[in-house]
């Protein structure tokens, strides 16, 4: 009989009420989520002895999987295999031929020699595996050079060649140290064409019983924020150009879905994203209803949903690229690059500039800004006479209060649980004898990682640690505390009066008056 509502022994921090602090941020990790065009053939050489059926011959470059096969993603569903037998070089093409299995907590998939068939033999000495994929833009990344390098360039002339790499370069460009790409699987265009809605929703809801396959969202690891490169726009029928309703079967609601998931399972993270007006025009109404739909504390839409860039100039060719207009979405990749760049996350993004664009089309007024569009929790990024480009206000698509409708505020809370859950993980409590002492040795580390907040500036105050245990299970430790958060600087309000009788004046040579005061 199964144990009634077990849990995995280990370090549990929940968030309750308005609990804020912080800790540095400089190592958060941007994941883009792109749909990718796909790559030519890439080649991986193995040398093996002749193996026996089913035997592991190696480890492919990058995850490819048969997409004849149920439940499997990639882009082609042939590859061709090529091994010595004595003097004789063998070629085949195969594409049900071997079996493609993901292990467990692993990106890639082994590519093993079941499934030859009898006649052909298995392969020995070095084997050449060419495969198609769609999968080459996968991992992490820490500079844009090597990004770039992997993924391929970003624009040639006024087209995006590779999505994830331009939205990579705003980041980098606003702050990023960090950034991993999520290929979006192209399943239902069967590995060619754009990715379709369904493509795009099972990146971040699972299909049951096949979590652990590289193309869903949640198995890439130490992911902070995620940034969705998807459209929100309607492409075909009477809607085309506006934005799809908020609903159930939609990749928005998707996002939120997958937030908190990961939220229930400890992993907590944030989503910038914006939309695609380059076709037609979204209107205020649409982007209010995809805030309203959203509202969420861990979702920040940008605005505007179009932006001008300009490549510049092209060392091959020795001409400046002309402009031209982008999607929305690589203003919430900036936005991202600037978030993750501030000192700490108790850094709003308020007022801060915004690098790597040419201009605005079409740029809204001030009172506009105002009256549609952050009132709505819509972070709206402006181009100003100095020809900068300046975030009006960092906010969250939840507008209850000032505390819900604040980056910052909701960052600086979700940091703090990181920074005490991996400081009691490393303390190796858990697993240990319940004394006073372990007891003891819980609270000073909670203590300490508080303190050392406190120290930084990164919290204001906490009062009232305390410990018990819990009554119905024994083995838990309860650990409570409240704390003050470092808060934004969003007004300063100077008041100023004439007073007429504050001076007297006074001449001098006849030639020169001046008040002293």
């Given at each position: 009989m199964p144990i009634s509502n077990y849990v995995i022994p280990g370090v549990y921090v929940s968030q309750s009420g308005t609990s804020l602090s912080t800790v540095n941020n400089n190592n958060l990790n941007i994941a883009i989520v792109a749909d990718q065009p796909t790559p030519g053939a890439t080649t991986d050489t193995f040398t093996v002895a002749v193996p026996t059926s089913g035997t592991v011959i190696g480890q492919l470059t990058t995850p490819m999987v048969n997409t004849t096969s149920t439940g499997a993603y990639a882009s082609y569903s042939g590859f061709t295999v090529t091994w010595a037998s004595g003097n004789t070089t063998v070629t085949g093409t195969y594409g049900v031929n071997f079996n493609i299995s993901t292990p467990s907590g692993g990106p890639y998939s082994y590519l093993t020699t079941s499934g030859i068939s009898a006649s052909t033999g298995l392969p020995s000495g070095t084997i050449g595996i060419t495969y198609g994929h769609a999968w080459g833009a996968y991992g992490t990344?820490?500079?844009?050079n090597n990004l770039s390098q992997v993924v391929g360039a970003a624009v040639s002339g006024t087209t995006v060649l590779n999505p994830a790499t331009l939205a990579a370069q705003f980041a980098f460009q606003n702050g990023a140290s960090t950034v991993s790409v999520m290929p979006v699987a192209r399943i239902s265009s069967s590995g060619t064409g754009p990715a379709a809605y369904n493509d795009w929703a099972r990146v971040f809801v699972a299909t049951s019983g096949t979590t652990s396959d590289p193309t869903y969202l949640m198995n890439l690891v130490g992911v902070d924020v995620i940034v969705p490169l998807y459209s929100f726009v309607s492409t075909s029928g009477a809607t085309a150009g506006q934005i799809i309703p908020y609903g159930a079967s939609?990749?928005?609601?998707?996002?939120?879905t997958y937030l908190n998931?990961?939220?229930?399972?400890?992993?907590?993270q944030r989503a910038f994203v914006g939309v695609d007006g380059t076709a037609n025009g979204v209107t205020a109404s649409q982007m209010q209803a995809l805030a309203s739909g959203f509202n969420s504390t861990r979702v920040t839409l940008s605005y505007p949903p179009v932006i001008n860039y300009n490549p510049g100039f092209n060392p091959t060719t020795g001409l400046s690229t002309a402009s031209f207009n982008i999607p929305g979405y690589y203003v919430a990749a900036a936005l991202a690059g600037l978030y993750?760049?501030?000192?700490?996350?108790?850094?709003p993004i308020t007022n801060k500039n915004v690098n790597g664009f040419n201009s605005i089309p079409n740029q809204i007024s001030d009172v506009d800004?105002?009256?549609n569009y952050l009132t709505y929790g819509i972070t709206v990024v402006r181009q100003k006479r100095d020809g900068y480009f300046w975030v009006y206000q960092g906010l969250t698509t939840n507008t209850t209060s000032w505390v819900t409708q604040e980056i910052s505020i909701n960052a600086i809370s979700d940091q703090l649980a990181k920074a005490v859950k991996s400081d009691l993980v490393n303390s190796k409590l858990i697993g240990?004898?319940?004394?006073?002492?372990?007891?003891?040795a819980v609270l000073g580390t909670v203590q300490a990682t508080l303190t050392s907040q406190l120290s930084n500036g990164l919290i204001q105050a906490y009062q009232n640690l305390a410990l018990s245990l819990n009554p119905a299970t024994p083995t838990t430790v309860n650990v409570t505390f409240q704390y003050a958060p470092t808060y934004p600087i969003n007004y300063i309000q100077v008041t100023m009066s004439?007073?007429?009788q504050t001076g007297t004046v006074i001449?001098?040579?006849?030639?020169s008056n001046f008040v002293v005061y």
């Amino acid at each position: 009989m199964p144990i009634s509502n077990y849990v995995i022994p280990g370090v549990y921090v929940s968030q309750s009420g308005t609990s804020l602090s912080t800790v540095n941020n400089n190592n958060l990790n941007i994941a883009i989520v792109a749909d990718q065009p796909t790559p030519g053939a890439t080649t991986d050489t193995f040398t093996v002895a002749v193996p026996t059926s089913g035997t592991v011959i190696g480890q492919l470059t990058t995850p490819m999987v048969n997409t004849t096969s149920t439940g499997a993603y990639a882009s082609y569903s042939g590859f061709t295999v090529t091994w010595a037998s004595g003097n004789t070089t063998v070629t085949g093409t195969y594409g049900v031929n071997f079996n493609i299995s993901t292990p467990s907590g692993g990106p890639y998939s082994y590519l093993t020699t079941s499934g030859i068939s009898a006649s052909t033999g298995l392969p020995s000495g070095t084997i050449g595996i060419t495969y198609g994929h769609a999968w080459g833009a996968y991992g992490t990344y820490y500079s844009f050079n090597n990004l770039s390098q992997v993924v391929g360039a970003a624009v040639s002339g006024t087209t995006v060649l590779n999505p994830a790499t331009l939205a990579a370069q705003f980041a980098f460009q606003n702050g990023a140290s960090t950034v991993s790409v999520m290929p979006v699987a192209r399943i239902s265009s069967s590995g060619t064409g754009p990715a379709a809605y369904n493509d795009w929703a099972r990146v971040f809801v699972a299909t049951s019983g096949t979590t652990s396959d590289p193309t869903y969202l949640m198995n890439l690891v130490g992911v902070d924020v995620i940034v969705p490169l998807y459209s929100f726009v309607s492409t075909s029928g009477a809607t085309a150009g506006q934005i799809i309703p908020y609903g159930a079967s939609t990749v928005a609601s998707g996002i939120n879905t997958y937030l908190n998931n990961q939220q229930q399972y400890g992993i907590l993270q944030r989503a910038f994203v914006g939309v695609d007006g380059t076709a037609n025009g979204v209107t205020a109404s649409q982007m209010q209803a995809l805030a309203s739909g959203f509202n969420s504390t861990r979702v920040t839409l940008s605005y505007p949903p179009v932006i001008n860039y300009n490549p510049g100039f092209n060392p091959t060719t020795g001409l400046s690229t002309a402009s031209f207009n982008i999607p929305g979405y690589y203003v919430a990749a900036a936005l991202a690059g600037l978030y993750t760049g501030q000192p700490t996350v108790a850094t709003p993004i308020t007022n801060k500039n915004v690098n790597g664009f040419n201009s605005i089309p079409n740029q809204i007024s001030d009172v506009d800004a105002a009256t549609n569009y952050l009132t709505y929790g819509i972070t709206v990024v402006r181009q100003k006479r100095d020809g900068y480009f300046w975030v009006y206000q960092g906010l969250t698509t939840n507008t209850t209060s000032w505390v819900t409708q604040e980056i910052s505020i909701n960052a600086i809370s979700d940091q703090l649980a990181k920074a005490v859950k991996s400081d009691l993980v490393n303390s190796k409590l858990i697993g240990g004898p319940l004394t006073n002492v372990t007891s003891a040795a819980v609270l000073g580390t909670v203590q300490a990682t508080l303190t050392s907040q406190l120290s930084n500036g990164l919290i204001q105050a906490y009062q009232n640690l305390a410990l018990s245990l819990n009554p119905a299970t024994p083995t838990t430790v309860n650990v409570t505390f409240q704390y003050a958060p470092t808060y934004p600087i969003n007004y300063i309000q100077v008041t100023m009066s004439l007073n007429t009788q504050t001076g007297t004046v006074i001449t001098q040579n006849a030639q020169s008056n001046f008040v002293v005061y």
